[in-house]
């Protein structure tokens, strides 16, 4: 039980540019206040990695997934709150020890959203010929009637260029009901919609040729294609609630086997991977105004880091008094990520106000903070000089600036 008028918790997310071999270094964690100070740390480290990387399976005519191994995705709408789960669950099994379980449960309130298991998979242009995969309804409940109640769900392709944005997308829906409201979840003249489930609890195969099904999706300009299936869209939920299994995926495209190894063209280049590491309890002496370093040691990684968490609990008496940040050691040249420093210790000042990427006009004032009281602070727009400023005994300062300059 963590004191709170003692200690305080926070989480933390870092984003990585690059990806880290040999793992991280840190955090480190440095003490302004007088005497020594001591903190016992909680540490996981979650890394989110998209990968291109060579396959392993050897003779395959296709990528094909049973779900044995971590390598889809959840997504759940930040609007459905806990209301929506998405992940892998071995309640059914169409092959194997697990499947995947996608369930959105009815609010109280009205409301909207959706849920999925997705991936990642590089195409470089080839369009998809061939999408296996079967799926299991275990129920679609409506406690409450409601004329806004909806669903949708099935399998979408979202169309990705290099830079991961979103060129097109088409749906296959295999079961939905369109609210009595606006329509709302009803499927669109661009959707394919199949055949619905014999019944609630049976395994259903779905098998189907995209390229052909949706000829006219920018198939060449795709550099990745991104496959949800769930519930793609949902709207109203009051009383609703529905949950679906899918299992025995499999994708391939036109482009075959370039280098003639056996192995298809998307099976060599796609992988995506989620992995975490937990580090246990590690207490640790931070000397008064110096540093203490904690290494963290992570999986070796290649490919591109899309981010990496780090959630940390400080058990400390003046968690204010502490500033820590991340490193990777074994990178040269790589930065390092402030990520706490209430006090502005190692920021020493910070622009508070406005937020970084706001649109401003005219004269607007900027408010920060600085480590030391009575700060005078100069203020630079582009490396000019707009004007000084002498701050408050706590450290804030005020500058006026006209942005029309």
């Known amino acids: 039980m963590v004191d709170e008028r003692r200690s305080e918790s926070r989480d933390f997310i870092?984003?990585?540019?690059y990806p880290p071999r040999g793992g991280l270094r840190g955090p480190s964690l440095r003490s302004e206040g007088e005497g020594a100070l001591h903190g016992r740390r909680e540490i996981l480290l979650a890394l989110g990695v998209l990968a291109i990387l060579t396959g392993s399976s050897?003779?395959?005519?296709?990528?094909?997934?049973d779900f044995e191994t971590?390598?889809?995705?959840?997504?759940?709408?930040?609007?459905?709150?806990?209301?929506?789960?998405?992940?892998?669950?071995?309640?059914?099994?169409?092959?194997?020890?697990?499947?995947?379980?996608v369930d959105v449960s009815g609010y109280s309130i009205l409301d909207f959203g959706s849920a999925f298991g997705y991936a990642v998979y590089a195409t470089r242009g080839a369009a998809a010929t061939e999408m296996r995969v079967s799926l299991l309804y275990d129920h679609l409940q409506d406690a409450s009637v409601s004329p806004w109640d909806a669903y949708a769900s099935g399998v979408a392709l979202d169309l990705l260029d290099k830079d991961y944005r979103t060129l097109d997308r088409v749906r296959y829906i295999t079961s939905f009901q369109a609210s009595r409201k606006l329509s709302l979840c009803?499927?669109?003249?661009?959707?394919?919609?199949?055949t619905p489930p014999s019944g609630l609890g049976v395994w259903t195969d779905l098998a189907r040729n995209p390229a052909v099904d949706f000829p006219a999706a920018h198939w060449p300009n795709a550099k990745f294609v991104r496959i949800a299936i769930g519930f793609l869209c949902t709207a109203g939920l009051a009383g609703a609630s529905y949950s679906m299994y899918f299992d025995d995926f499999m994708l391939d495209t036109g482009a075959g086997d370039a280098d003639g190894d056996g192995l298809s063209d998307l099976d060599e280049e796609t992988r995506v991977?989620?992995?975490?590491?937990?580090?246990?309890?590690?207490?640790?002496?931070?000397?008064?105004?110096?540093?203490?370093t904690i290494d963290v040691h992570a999986p070796s990684v290649e490919g591109l880091v899309q981010?990496?968490?780090?959630?940390?609990?400080?058990?400390?008496?003046?968690?204010?008094?502490?500033?820590?940040?991340?490193?990777?050691?074994?990178?040269?040249?790589?930065?390092?990520?402030?990520?706490?420093?209430?006090?502005?210790?190692?920021?020493g000042a910070a622009i508070l106000e406005p937020a970084s990427g706001a649109?401003?006009?005219?004269?607007?004032?900027?408010?920060?903070?600085?480590?030391?009281?009575?700060?005078?602070?100069?203020?630079?727009?582009?490396?000019?000089?707009?004007?000084g400023s002498q701050g408050?005994?706590?450290?804030?300062?005020?500058?006026?600036w006209s942005s029309n300059d």
């Open 14 to 17: 870092w984003r990585a540019p």
């Open 58 to 65: 050897s003779g395959a005519a296709a990528l094909v997934d």
């Open 70 to 101: 971590d390598f889809w995705l959840p997504y759940t709408d930040f609007l459905l709150g806990d209301k929506a789960s998405a992940g892998y669950s071995s309640t059914y099994v169409r092959s194997g020890t697990r499947s995947y379980h």
């Open 186 to 194: 009803g499927p669109t003249k661009a959707d394919i919609v199949l």
């Open 273 to 292: 991977y989620a992995m975490s590491v937990t580090s246990g309890s590690m207490p640790t002496a931070v000397p008064a105004a110096g540093t203490a």
């Open 307 to 347: 981010w990496a968490g780090i959630g940390m609990e400080i058990d400390h008496p003046r968690p204010n008094d502490l500033s820590i940040e991340v490193s990777l050691p074994d990178r040269p040249g790589s930065p390092s990520q402030l990520l706490w420093d209430p006090g502005f210790h190692a920021r």
């Open 359 to 387: 649109a401003v006009r005219g004269t607007v004032d900027v408010r920060g903070k600085a480590w030391q009281p009575n700060p005078f602070v100069h203020f630079y727009v582009d490396d000019v000089w707009i004007s």
């Open 392 to 400: 408050t005994p706590n450290g804030n300062f005020t500058v006026a």
